[in-house]
Structures are given as C-alpha cells and as structure tokens.
C-alpha cells in the first residue's frame, strides 16, 4: 500500500489551537528533529495540509511548487502530495518543517469578506518513509512530539496579500542545529472526517519571470512599475533598507488617467504586500501564500529612486503541458490570440476561476464550460479537469443539482446557487468535451451517475419540458433590458440547454453500453425538442425574445424543425447586419456565434464580425491596449472610461471561447472523431488574411496546418498524424481523404 493511502494512519493532524480565528493571524512554523543510523536508499515525504503549506527539510524547501496542496473542497476531501526526499536526508541528525498559511481553508473568500469558511485553524498531516541501505525502515509521522512558534509572516491572505516582518526572522530554523528558544509542543487535531485523496492535477508553479518594461512616478515617491503583461502572480522584491523601512506593493491592471494603479475593480480585496526590512545589506524576499492579478505595482517606503532590479514578476498558474500554436498574417488576430492564452494562464490557477485580481476568483461553472475547448488547444487540461470536475461532484445537491462554483462556497446562500442553466450544465459538457478532445473515455465513466442525476433533476423541475427562469441567461449581454441578461428569455436558455446537455447523455450513455439509459435519453431529448418548437418558435422561424442568442442556441443545439432552419438564420443574419456586423452577445451566446455563422456557410459574416475594431467586439480591447480577455465588452471604453466596478476584471478568459472558432477555421484543425482520431484540414481564408500555421499536438502525434494566399492561389501544407484518417476540405476543391503524412496542395480561389 502506498504512503498516501496509508498517512493517516501513522500520523496526526497538527497545528496550533491558540492561534486567533479572527482577524489576519501570523503564519506558524512547525518542525520535528528526528535521527537516522544509517545512509538512506530512498525515501518519501507524504503530506496535505487543511490549507496550504511549505514543507522543509535540513534547510531546504521540498519543490518548486506554490499554495499546496491546492483548493479542494474541504468538506469532502483533501488533497495529498508525494514527493521523493532522498537526497535531502543524512545519516545522523535531520530537521523536517512546514510554514502554514491559510489558504482558502481558513483565508478570506467571496464578496462578503469572510474567514473561515471551513475551518478555524490551518493544519498539517505528514509522513516521511524513509528505507536504510542496510533495508530497515523507518517512518516519521506528524504528531505531538512537533513543535511550533511564529515568525516573519504576520499575515497572509490570498485576497488580501501578505505581509512579512523581516525584523522576526528564525535564521535557520528547519536545520538539526537550529535554536529552541521559542517554541512550544504543536496541538493535535481530531481525525479528517473527509477523503484523503492523491493530488490529480499538476501543482502551481512559476512558469515564466517578467522585468518590468517601464517605471515612472505619477505621485510624488509612488513609483509605477509596469510589466507590460496581465497576470496572476507575484513580485520577487529586492532591497537594501535600513531596520524597521516599510515597503508597501499595491497591485492593479490597468492605469488611472493620471498614471497611478487604477484598483477600484479589486472591491473588497486588498491586494497589497508589505515587505519590513531587518537592514544590514540586500534583502530578497517572495510572497508564499497569496497571489495576486495585476499588471502595474506601486512600490512607496523606498529610500531613493527604484531600478529595474527592485522588482520581478513571477507568472503563477497550474503547470500544465503547453499544446498548440497559431500564428496568422493579421498582427491583431495574433495579439487577441495572446490574451486568450493569457487570460488562461492567469485563471487555471488549481480551479479554473473567473479572474485572478479582485474578492472572487471562483471556480465559475458557466466561463469553464464555454472555454474548454479552446483551453484544450493552448494546454493539456486533461487532468486539470479531471480534478475540477472532482470539486464539481463534490457540490452536486443531493436532487442532482450542480452548484454555480466548484469547489462550492456559494451553496449555503440558497438554492438559487445550484441548477443555473449553462452553469450547472458544465457537469455534462466539460467531461464530453474532454472526452472529444483526448478520446479519454474514463471522465465519462468518473461523472456519468452525476449527469444522469443532473438531467434528471431538470426533467423533475420543468414543467411540460419547459425549464423554469435561472439566474444567469445570456449573462451581460450587450443588448440586456435588464441588468445583465438579454432579451433571450432565461427559460429558453435553460430549457435549450436541457435539450443539448440530454442529447451529450444519450451519446455518452451509448458510448459506455447504458443502452437502456440512451434509448430513455432519446426519448426525452426528442420531446424537449418538440416542447421548445411550441414554446419558443413562430411558423415563420422566429425565436422568443428575436435577439443573436436565442437563434444562436436554437441553430447551434438542432433544436429547429429542417424547414424552419434556413428562415431562422436569415432571422440571425438580418440582426447581426442591423448592427453594422457587431455582436450583441454575452457568455452564453458569443462562442456559438462565429461556429453557427460558419456552419450555415457564411464564415464571411463571421470574418467581419471577428474582425471589428470598435465597440463592441474582441478587437476593440486589442486596440485599448488589452493583454488578457476582459470580463465585459464595455471593461473600459474611450467615451466612458471604465466599466461599473463593481464587476469589471481586465482578465476574465469567457469570451476567449472565440478561440476554438479561430483554429478550427483560419488554422483549419477540426476534430471529425475523439481523440483527433479522425482530423478535418479546412482552412478558409477571408478578409485579407493571407496566411495562417496552426499545430496541435494530439494523442497520436502533431497535426500541422500552414496556408498562405498569393492572387488567387492558396498553398496548404499538412501534417497527418501516423494513423490518423484525415479529410481536406479547400475552397473550390472537393473534400478528400488524406494519408498519415506530410501533404502539399494548390486550389484556386473564386477571388483574392
């Protein structure tokens, strides 16, 4: 049996029972000396903590990695990490340590402020297996022989920032021949009620460092640095200070008219560092337990004027593989391109969150859900989101419905936090959607008893099929009469979904030999269909509400009559035209819109909607000076400035979503069977875009796609992956199977 499944069982739970559970406590530090008789062979250091946690040993820090071992859903399990220590052990006398934090466990989360959401006290579980090379075995268990005292850090959130005292520090403190002055016996913690569970998805760690491209001082000893980038992270501070100098890091994304941090949009969340100085020469120092989204810091407490050194911007997300690539011939479709790989990075941080700067930074079910295919490109997400989905399982209601955020913290406001449509519908859609990317039938199997309950919690709660009003509908929408939502009526956006989160069941259900649940889903996905048509469709091919988003969910889910089809586009055409070729779309609608627009063979429409440059579009924020995606079209606009701040982030991945269009389309990568087992190379150029390379890696090797246009000649080279069946697809050419292998060939466009 392995250390992690048996931890609990030689070790206890451990921290400090006198520590305050209100206000922003210090961090403890924990330690436990302990003698080896020998050389060792190997030797392995299990641990989770109830929050989060660095762990030592003789002097080192264990890994790379930061705030682990993640956000879990505490009340249900928690997260346990295996690392190999071997080489960090002596013969002889050795120290193992751990500094605590709060974490999401004990720190703030929400809008409200709130602490302690699921504990009142930080605590540490940890074994270290150790085998001699003459093969004896030992084993070191957290118990009540640890002992404890507090430090430098005296006080950490991971909204609030943290704050370190360098006055306070222990010197070498997890070292065999570090001092005892100070410390006292560490407290045991009743048994973890939960599960204790291997950690599925990879740690956070730093994955790029940034220099600041700019410094300048708007308000008099208030230095700006800007690293030119969005991001989620953190500053590397470097300083010689004199004893007791106070310096003070406030974070922002973007600049106020006067060049200071613009910080409104952080609402409750502070957001700042505070680094005190011991003096005596340079001192480093790196935040542990919090992070922060930002683009600027204002730096004030220094002495003199900054260089460039003072600060680094370290670049914190999950450590997934990196996957594929586009570049094509337009320099602003490459930078939007860049946001959404960035708005990506500074969101996949342990839960795919909503945004990394302000009093949230939840794992919103609706943004991840919209998102993933795109985020399937840029990265390897599978085991991210066999992870997620875990916390989202662990929300799921007793009556099947999905919670809005996974893990949940919403849950116990009320009932109106579960069962959102398009939310609570990413139970069903993210694991097809993992499974169609990768071919990875066991996420299926892991959440298929979720998404059978989850459906039927929807038919249960409809009436005559019909799903009542939820929370959300197209959320901020452009054309909303009411704050927020569109004209599309919630019903027809939850009672839609609920017709293609039924029909994905009846798919998944046959694919894993529930043949009676998948003829049962047939059944009701047609009479969802038929109760839509009656509820929302006119015979002319009108939809309820006669905005984007209602066309676009009733073409995009096959929910209309074949003979309704064509009068219903022509419907959605004529409102995108009224608009000057502008979206008036929000979460829900924007990333059907270019996919339905091609799909009925007007990928033109669908070029120059992309391709605008004012409000509101994807290239507007381009052209405003945007690194990553923002929350809203109208974030900041040159009329009004900035956007309502009670709801504004500058990185907020959503409307990214456009990104899967962007592949599949100008770079000409598609999908015809899971697992890219089956590719479809369909490239189509339009609007003066001359050039295109895409690749992807896929589970049986890399597809490549590079086009270029000269007059009326279009040149593609293709790369088929060994064994993989592939079709192209070229305007003016006929669709053509393709070969394992490297492919070159012409077609002639009806115009240049």
């Given at each position: 049996?392995?250390p992690t499944?048996?931890?609990?069982?030689?070790?206890?739970?451990?921290?400090?029972?006198?520590?305050?559970?209100?206000?922003?406590?210090?961090?403890?530090?924990?330690?436990?000396?302990?003698?080896l008789?020998?050389?060792?062979?190997?030797?392995?250091?299990?641990?989770?903590?109830?929050?989060?946690?660095?762990?030592?040993?003789?002097?080192?820090?264990?890994?790379?990695?930061?705030?682990?071992?993640?956000?879990?859903?505490?009340?249900?399990?928690?997260?346990?990490?295996?690392?190999?220590?071997?080489?960090?052990?002596?013969?002889?006398?050795?120290?193992?340590?751990?500094?605590?934090?709060?974490g999401?466990?004990?720190?703030?989360?929400?809008?409200?402020?709130?602490?302690?959401?699921?504990?009142?006290?930080?605590?540490?579980?940890?074994?270290?297996?150790?085998?001699?090379?003459?093969?004896?075995?030992?084993?070191?268990?957290?118990?009540?022989?640890?002992?404890?005292?507090?430090?430098?850090?005296?006080?950490?959130?991971?909204?609030?920032?943290?704050?370190?005292?360098?006055?306070?520090?222990?010197?070498e403190?997890?070292v065999?021949?570090?001092?005892?002055?100070?410390?006292?016996?560490?407290?045991?913690?009743?048994?973890?009620r939960?599960?204790?569970?291997?950690?599925?998805n990879?740690?956070?760690?730093?994955?790029?460092?940034?220099?600041?491209?700019?410094?300048?001082?708007?308000?008099?000893?208030?230095?700006?640095?800007?690293?030119?980038?969005?991001?989620?992270?953190l500053?590397?501070?470097?300083?010689?200070?004199?004893r007791?100098?106070?310096?003070?890091?406030?974070?922002?994304?973007?600049?106020?008219?006067?060049g200071?941090?613009?910080?409104?949009?952080?609402?409750?969340?502070?957001?700042?560092?505070?680094?005190?100085?011991?003096?005596?020469?340079?001192?480093?120092?790196?935040?542990?337990?919090?992070?922060?989204?930002?683009?600027?810091?204002?730096?004030?407490?220094?002495?003199?004027?900054?260089?460039?050194?003072?600060?680094?911007?370290?670049?914190?997300?999950?450590d997934?593989?990196?996957?594929?690539?586009?570049?094509?011939?337009?320099?602003?479709?490459?930078?939007?391109?860049?946001?959404?790989?960035?708005?990506?990075?500074?969101?996949?941080?342990?839960?795919?969150?909503?945004?990394p700067?302000?009093?949230?930074?939840?794992g919103?079910?609706?943004?991840?859900?919209?998102?993933?295919?795109?985020?399937?490109?840029?990265?390897?997400?599978?085991?991210?989101?066999?992870?997620?989905?875990?916390?989202?399982?662990?929300?799921?209601?007793?009556?099947?419905?999905?919670?809005?955020?996974?893990?949940?913290?919403?849950?116990?406001?009320?009932?109106?936090?579960?069962?959102?449509?398009?939310w609570a519908?990413?139970?069903?859609?993210?694991?097809?959607?993992?499974y169609?990317?990768?071919?990875?039938?066991?996420?299926?199997a892991d959440?298929?008893?979720?998404?059978?309950?989850?459906?039927?919690?929807?038919?249960r709660?409809?009436?005559?099929?019909?799903?009542?009003?939820?929370?959300?509908?197209?959320?901020?929408?452009?054309?909303?009469?009411?704050?927020n939502?569109?004209?599309?009526?919630?019903?027809?956006?939850?009672?839609?979904?609920?017709?293609?989160?039924?029909?994905?069941?009846?798919?998944?259900?046959?694919?894993?030999?529930?043949?009676?649940?998948?003829?049962?889903?047939?059944?009701?996905?047609?009479?969802?269909?038929?109760?839509?048509?009656?509820?929302?469709?006119?015979?002319?091919?009108?939809?309820?509400?006669?905005?984007?988003?209602?066309?676009?969910?009733?073409?995009?889910?096959?929910?209309?009559?074949?003979?309704?089809?064509?009068?219903?586009?022509?419907?959605?055409?004529?409102?995108?035209?009224?608009?000057?070729?502008?979206?008036?779309?929000?979460?829900?609608?924007?990333?059907?819109?270019?996919?339905?627009?091609?799909?009925?063979?007007?990928?033109?429409?669908?070029?120059?909607?992309?391709?605008?440059e004012d409000?509101?579009?994807?290239?507007?924020?381009?052209?405003?000076?945007?690194?990553?995606?923002?929350?809203?079209?109208?974030?900041?606009?040159?009329?009004?400035?900035?956007?309502?701040?009670?709801?504004?982030?500058f990185?907020?991945?959503?409307?990214?979503a456009?990104?899967?269009?962007?592949?599949?389309?100008?770079?000409?990568?598609?999908?015809?069977?899971?697992?890219?087992?089956?590719?479809?190379?369909?490239?189509?150029?339009?609007?003066?875009?001359?050039?295109?390379?895409?690749?992807?890696?896929?589970?049986?090797?890399?597809?490549?796609?590079?086009?270029?246009?000269?007059?009326?000649?279009?040149?593609?080279?293709?790369?088929?992956?060994?064994?993989?069946?592939?079709?192209?697809?070229?305007?003016?050419?006929?669709?053509?199977?393709?070969?394992?292998?490297?492919?070159?060939?012409?077609?002639?466009?009806?115009?240049?």
């Open positions: 049996m392995s499944n048996t931890i609990a069982t030689r070790a206890q739970w451990i921290g400090d029972r006198q520590r305050p559970t209100t206000g922003e406590p210090p961090c403890p530090y924990l330690r436990r000396s302990f003698h008789p020998g050389p060792v062979r190997r030797a392995t250091l299990t641990w989770t903590a109830l929050g989060v946690a660095d762990m030592h040993l003789n002097g080192a820090k264990i890994g790379g990695d930061f705030l682990m071992p993640g956000w879990s859903d505490f009340r249900e399990r928690a997260q346990v990490l295996e690392y190999d220590v071997t080489k960090l052990l002596l013969a002889g006398e050795n120290m193992l340590g751990a500094i605590l934090g709060d999401w466990y004990t720190g703030t989360l929400l809008w409200k402020n709130e602490r302690n959401h699921y504990g009142t006290h930080p605590q540490l579980l940890a074994r270290l297996d150790v085998e001699l090379r003459d093969g004896r075995r030992i084993t070191l268990g957290s118990d009540k022989a640890w002992e404890m005292r507090y430090g430098p850090i005296v006080q950490s959130d991971i909204y609030h920032g943290e704050t370190y005292d360098a006055r306070q520090e222990l010197g403190w997890c065999p021949s570090a001092s005892s002055d100070g410390w006292r016996k560490v407290d045991v913690f009743p048994a973890y939960g599960v204790l569970q291997p950690k599925l990879e740690p956070v760690r730093v994955t790029q460092i940034l220099h600041p491209r700019k410094i300048t001082e708007p308000a008099p000893k208030a230095f700006v640095f800007d690293f030119g980038q969005n991001i989620a992270g500053c590397r501070l470097k300083v010689r200070g004199r007791g100098q106070k310096i003070v890091l406030k974070f922002g994304e973007m600049l106020n008219a006067d200071t941090v613009y910080r409104e949009n952080l609402r409750l969340a502070r957001v700042i560092d505070t680094y005190i100085c011991r003096g005596g020469g340079e001192e480093e120092w790196t935040p542990r337990f919090t992070f922060h989204g930002f683009r600027y810091v204002e730096v004030t407490g220094l002495a003199g004027q900054p260089d460039a050194s003072l600060l680094t911007a370290m670049v914190l997300h999950t997934m593989q990196p996957a594929g690539k586009f570049h094509c011939s337009n320099p602003l479709l490459n930078r939007l391109n860049a946001n959404i790989r960035w708005g990506l990075r500074g969101n996949f941080l342990d839960v795919p969150t909503d945004c700067q302000r009093d949230e930074r939840l919103w079910t609706g943004d991840a859900q919209v998102f993933i295919g795109t985020a399937a490109f840029h990265y390897d997400v599978r085991r991210f989101f066999h992870k997620w989905l875990q916390d989202l399982r662990d929300g799921q209601r007793k009556d099947g419905a999905f919670p809005d955020v996974a893990p949940d913290v919403l849950g116990k406001y009320g009932p109106h936090q579960f069962g959102n449509a398009a519908d990413a139970g069903v859609i993210c694991p097809w959607e993992i169609q990317h990768y071919g990875d039938k066991s996420i299926l959440n298929y008893d979720a998404m059978v309950r989850w459906i039927e919690c929807q038919r709660t409809a009436k005559n099929l019909i799903r009542p009003r939820t929370a959300y509908g197209d959320w901020l929408a452009i054309d909303a009469v009411v704050p939502h569109a004209p599309v009526p919630c019903d027809l956006v939850g009672t839609a979904y609920f017709a293609h989160t039924t029909s994905l069941l009846t798919k998944i259900a046959g694919l894993l030999g529930h043949k009676d649940d998948a003829r049962r889903f047939q059944k009701l996905h047609a009479q969802i269909v038929v109760a839509f048509q009656k509820a929302y469709v006119t015979p002319d091919g009108r939809v309820v509400g006669h905005c984007q988003t209602a066309y676009l969910l009733a073409l995009a889910f096959d929910l209309l009559p074949s003979r309704l089809r064509q009068k219903a586009f022509a419907h959605l055409v004529d409102l995108v035209e009224a608009r000057n070729c502008h979206l008036t779309t929000g979460f829900v609608g924007t990333p059907l819109l270019l996919p339905v627009l091609t799909r009925f063979g007007r990928t033109d429409l669908a070029y120059k909607i992309l391709l605008q409000y509101p579009s994807w290239l507007y924020t381009v052209r405003n000076g945007a690194t990553t995606m923002w929350e809203r079209w109208n974030s900041y606009t040159k009329e009004e400035g900035f956007g309502p701040v009670g709801m504004n982030s990185n907020h991945y959503a409307y990214g456009v990104g899967e269009w962007m592949y599949g389309v100008i770079g000409g990568i598609r999908p015809l069977a899971p697992g890219f087992k089956k590719i479809l190379f369909a490239p189509e150029p339009g609007d003066g875009i001359t050039s295109a390379e895409t690749s992807l890696p896929t589970p049986h090797g890399l597809a490549e796609c590079c086009w270029r246009v000269r007059g009326r000649t279009m040149v593609v080279d293709v790369t088929v992956p060994e064994g993989v069946r592939a079709e192209l697809r070229l305007p003016g050419r006929k669709a053509a199977p393709l070969a394992s292998g490297r492919h070159r060939l012409t077609t002639k466009l009806s115009r240049p």
